[in-house]
């Protein structure tokens, strides 16, 4: 039993609004009939909308990790590239190796971005027909340039672009189709601000006939079956889904439309640069400039504060950042300005850290 709920500032899973939360008590329907049918519909449509995309999207009952490793073993044929910048890339390299496909993993400090000269050297040996690029590292606060990218990308075309877009999407501004995406994935306790259990995914035409060359593509994560079930099969999945998270998804797309796309972009941008100034300030930021995330801020640790007491101080008074991830724990300390959450939170949160860091 949980003794005291806190205020997330963690990079997922994040707060859900109470009406959302409710909507996941849903009673349950059949996922076969009409209403399923509907439901999966309706979700996809809005989902276009936030991705900007008129690519199929595809729901899967896993995390955001599920449809990741979906997307490389389901598209690669010879062989994947995947330009790791931190945690998330490096395990996108392992999901390719645990699958038997052969992937090779190119690999910058840190707080780096992906630049399109390294793109370009790789994709230029002809080896790769799969590539991966994460948009938000989450262990780094690095947000690359997909912009800067895609031109690169764009001259390969036997090449599947697959973007990690776990912890940015309805967040910041992807454009998939613009971009030329090939599949692009998040999940639900992000930027989305829903339960964790879900995972999103556009795919591209060119995605789905690579799929049909790969003899092995799994079965609970293959991304043609899935493909086939929702486009072909009355727009249902080949097995059940969770209803609850597409209710509250359903509901939750309402809402996010409503606020409007540009406004939540926006309002991720001035949180992002509310608590970079702090972070400037007090510390310094992990991100090499120019490259920072809109949707969480990586603090580095120069002051060398003890970020486990702090988080705990924190949580007495019922707010909870977090740690550096992995290698990075109490190197580095992360904000997450992502969901719901406000400037007006993040001044509450940030006047508490001030306090605690000055002893009071
Ligand atoms: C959270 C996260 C993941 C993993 O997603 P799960 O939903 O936990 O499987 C992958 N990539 C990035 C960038 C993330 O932030």
Redesign the pocket.
Known sequence: TVTKFKRLFI??PVDVAKDVLEKMATPMISHRGKDATALQQGIGEKLKQVFHTQHTILLSTT????L?EAAIRSCTAKKAVVFSIGA?GD?WAELGTCNNVPTDKVRVDDGEPTLPDTVEKALATGQYDLVTV?H???SSGVMNHLEELAPVIRKYPEVVWCV?A??SMAGAKIEVDRLGIDVCIT?T??CLALP?GM?ICSVSAKAVERAKTVKHRGYYLDLLQLYQYVTEKEHQYPSTPSLSHMFALDYQLDKILQEGLENRYARHREMAQFVRGWGKEHFALLARPGYESDTLTVIKNTRGINVGDLNKKLGERGFQIANGYGKLKEKAFRIAHMGEVSVADLKVLLGHIDEILKGR
């Open positions: 990079p997922g995390s955001g990790t599920g990741m998330f395990r994460t938000n590292e989450t990690d776990v912890s999940s306790q992000k964790p995972s």
